[in-house]
């Protein structure tokens, strides 16, 4: 019964910027390593960002710099903070929140960078 809302989605420019939101419920959010994942068609969803329960966070290489995870424990929300956007970026992304073999998703909102 976990719920993951994504929100903060819509186009963009390239070089501008978008945050993203996700409001986690019915889980016990502090314990969870939250997560943005990416898809586009005819490609496999990706791991953007991660951030641990200790907020130790990851980002893949082609967004480092440029994008920043971070959580918000007393909201029940992770944000990504998206500058810089480019064309590449554009997908649907995905909130994740995993605990041992939990595993959840929010529906996702897309990201449109163009011109």
């Known amino acids: 019964q976990a719920q993951l809302v994504e929100s903060g989605g819509g186009l963009v420019q390239p070089g501008g910027s978008l945050r993203l939101s996700c409001a986690a419920s019915?889980?016990?959010?502090?314990?969870?390593?939250m997560g943005w994942y990416r898809q586009t068609p005819g490609k496999q969803r990706e791991l953007v960002a991660s951030?641990?329960?200790?907020?130790?966070?990851n980002l893949a290489d082609s967004v480092k710099g440029r994008f920043t995870i971070s959580r918000d424990n007393a909201k029940r929300t992770v944000y990504l903070q998206m500058n810089n956007l480019k064309p590449d970026d554009t997908a649907v992304y995905y909130c994740?929140?995993?605990?041992?073999?939990?595993?959840?998703w929010g529906q996702g909102t897309q990201v449109t960078v163009s011109s």
């Open positions: 019915r889980i016990i959010f502090t314990v969870y390593t």
């Open positions: 994740n929140a995993r605990y041992n073999y939990a595993n959840y």
């Open positions: 951030i641990t329960e200790s907020a130790t966070t």
